[in-house]
């Protein structure tokens, strides 16, 4: 196995800290009851990431109320790149499978959520499709029935992504009708109406599909092809982020307007 860049680790700790200070809402202050929410929105290792990291935090300052702030999140955040991280990087090189071995398991499950995270664009579509099994597209106005998700990736080295860069990065001729954006939408907004639409014995999947795809990727988007109704009844629809490896992951699908 490679080596992991500790910048690499010290970014699941701060994705998983800011994740408790989303849970606290306007007050800054997270409870217990409010961190059982958050988790209960998260699945595998970022679930338990999120939540021992929450129980790192009180147990530093032995807080028999299990509330947190800000200012203890960001002293836990200081100490688990100083102790979790750095001193087991004893040659400053990054952490070989041998110190990753050594950590403590707060710090091994910082690796293991840094190295899911580090997946290819490619790999995570392919998972993004795998949690859309069974999920379906009624979304938009769309006439289509039983429209399932695929797998969408295509190569690129992207910093961000904006309407200019995915019609340059799919090689859209903008002169086309079929190949005019119709519509950009927050992929926030999409998932909340995806779990709204589904069966109470698939909302949990839906919910893991936007917890996956909103913690890998960058940007996130819904993008709708196809001017109306010049570009014909049937529009892709692209649900696409930047990866970590600068490539363009997501999913694919299609709406009818007629």
């Given at each position: 196995?490679?080596?992991?860049?500790?910048s690499?680790v010290?970014?699941?700790f701060?994705?998983?800290?800011?994740?408790?200070?989303?849970?606290?809402?306007?007050?800054?202050?997270?409870?217990r009851?409010?961190?059982?929410?958050?988790?209960?929105?998260?699945?595998?290792?970022?679930?338990?990431?999120?939540?021992f990291?929450?129980?790192?935090?009180?147990?530093?300052?032995?807080?028999?109320?299990?509330?947190?702030?800000?200012?203890?999140?960001?002293?836990?955040?200081?100490?688990?790149?100083?102790?979790?991280?750095?001193?087991?990087?004893?040659?400053?090189?990054g952490?070989s499978?041998?110190?990753?071995?050594?950590?403590?398991?707060l710090?091994?499950l910082?690796?293991k959520?840094?190295?899911?995270?580090?997946?290819?664009?490619?790999?995570?579509?392919?998972?993004?499709?795998?949690?859309?099994?069974?999920?379906?597209?009624?979304?938009?106005?769309?006439?289509?029935?039983?429209?399932?998700?695929?797998s969408f990736?295509?190569?690129?080295?992207l910093?961000?992504l904006?309407?200019?860069?995915f019609i340059?990065?799919?090689?859209?001729?903008?002169?086309d009708?079929?190949d005019r954006?119709?519509?950009?939408?927050?992929?926030?907004?999409?998932?909340r109406?995806?779990?709204?639409?589904?069966?109470?014995?698939?909302?949990?999947?839906?919910v893991?599909?936007?917890?996956?795809?909103?913690?890998?990727?960058?940007?996130?988007?819904?993008?709708?092809?196809?001017?109306d109704?010049?570009?014909?009844?049937?529009?892709?629809?692209?649900?696409?982020?930047?990866?970590?490896?600068?490539?363009l992951?997501?999913?694919?699908?299609?709406?009818?307007?007629?």
């Amino acid at each position: 196995m490679s080596r992991i860049a500790k910048s690499e680790v010290n970014a699941a700790f701060e994705w998983a800290a800011a994740q408790i200070t989303e849970a606290g809402g306007r007050d800054g202050i997270t409870s217990r009851a409010e961190i059982r929410r958050k988790i209960a929105e998260l699945t595998g290792a970022e679930r338990d990431l999120v939540d021992f990291f929450y129980r790192f935090i009180v147990r530093r300052d032995g807080n028999p109320s299990e509330r947190v702030d800000r200012g203890d999140i960001e002293a836990a955040l200081k100490a688990a790149r100083e102790q979790l991280v750095a001193a087991f990087d004893t040659n400053d090189n990054g952490l070989s499978a041998d110190e990753v071995a050594a950590m403590p398991p707060l710090g091994r499950l910082a690796v293991k959520v840094a190295r899911h995270r580090q997946r290819s664009g490619e790999e995570l579509s392919l998972h993004f499709e795998a949690l859309a099994f069974n999920l379906v597209l009624d979304d938009f106005g769309t006439e289509l029935t039983n429209e399932h998700f695929l797998s969408f990736h295509a190569a690129a080295q992207l910093e961000s992504l904006n309407a200019q860069s995915f019609i340059a990065t799919l090689g859209l001729k903008t002169d086309d009708p079929k190949d005019r954006l119709a519509r950009i939408e927050s992929a926030a907004d999409f998932f909340r109406r995806l779990v709204e639409h589904h069966t109470p014995g698939q909302t949990a999947q839906a919910v893991a599909l936007a917890q996956a795809m909103q913690s890998t990727l960058a940007d996130l988007h819904v993008y709708i092809l196809g001017q109306d109704p010049e570009g014909g009844p049937i529009h892709p629809v692209y649900i696409v982020g930047v990866a970590p490896d600068g490539s363009l992951a997501g999913l694919r699908a299609r709406v009818r307007w007629s």
